[in-house]
T-cell receptor, first 111, second 116 residues
Framework: QKEVEQNSGPLSVPEGAIASLNCTYS??????FFWYRQYSGKSPELIMS????GDKEDGRFTAQLNKASQYVSLLIRDSQPSDSATYLC???????????FGPGTRLSVLP | GAVVSQHPSWVICKSGTSVKIECRSL??????MFWYRQFPKQSLMLMAT?????????EQGVEKDKFLINHASLTLSTLTVTSAHPEDSSFYIC????????????FGPGTRLTVT
């Protein structure tokens, strides 16, 4: 059973701070990793994908991947109240087409 | 990113009736689409994988005779909730993966079903 784990939170950070969201996965052959943001009552929205070890930056978001440790993280710099949402980590392996989603971490950015 | 639409965005139906939800990939072809269900404050739950031109693959515990899936074309999949009951009330979301250099999954906006 392939698993993706996340701390459910809530993670509370003050406005302007860096929010750090973490995810671990069980399947060593996983090659593709994704972060989704889901606002309450809405569907998930893809915000980052990462395929290679190291960091990938996109605006205020940085995804970090360490395949040896089976760990992927998302950093949100200069957090804004509008970043308050649930962040889902998703992992895809090379064999199937589906993604395995983590349970999500609820982030609250306090003004 | 790629665009996936769903229709309707919300629906209210009476117990015992059937409801059809459409999922379309608007700017790309999708031989595979996924259907999820999400109850309030809970995680996404994959219900089934919809395959163009063949039968859907259902996750364990999902009744295939109750949740009928038809992948009629490379851009359209439908989910029909048959003989709906109040416990079927949920947020139904479809998604479709893009192919090529990057393989990313994009979600539709979701359909909120309320069965009275």
């Amino acid at each position: 059973q392939k698993e993706v784990e996340q701390n459910s939170g809530p993670l509370s950070v003050p406005e302007g701070a860096i929010a750090s969201l973490n995810c671990t996965y069980s399947d060593r052959v996983s090659q593709s990793f994704f972060w989704y943001r889901q606002y309450s009552g809405k569907s998930p929205e893809l915000i980052m994908s990462i395929y290679s070890n190291g960091d990938k930056e996109d605006g205020r978001f940085t995804a970090q991947l360490n395949k040896a440790s089976q760990y992927v993280s998302l950093l949100i710099r200069d957090s804004q109240p509008s970043d308050s949402a649930t962040y889902l980590c998703a992992v895809k392996d090379n064999y199937g087409q589906n993604f395995v989603f983590g349970p999500g971490t609820r982030l609250s950015v306090l003004p | 990113g790629a665009v996936v639409s769903q229709h309707p965005s919300w629906v209210i139906c009476k117990s015992g009736t059937s409801v059809k939800i459409e999922c379309r990939s608007l700017d790309f072809q999708a031989t595979t689409m996924f259907w999820y269900r999400q109850f309030p404050k809970q995680s996404l739950m994959l219900m089934a994988t919809s395959n163009e031109g063949s039968k859907a693959t259902y996750e364990q515990g999902v009744e295939k005779d109750k949740f009928l899936i038809n992948h009629a074309s490379l851009t359209l999949s439908t989910l029909t909730v048959t003989s709906a009951h109040p416990e079927d009330s949920s947020f139904y979301i479809c998604s479709a993966p893009t192919r090529g250099v990057s393989y990313e999954q994009y979600f539709g906006p979701g359909t909120r079903l309320t069965v009275t």
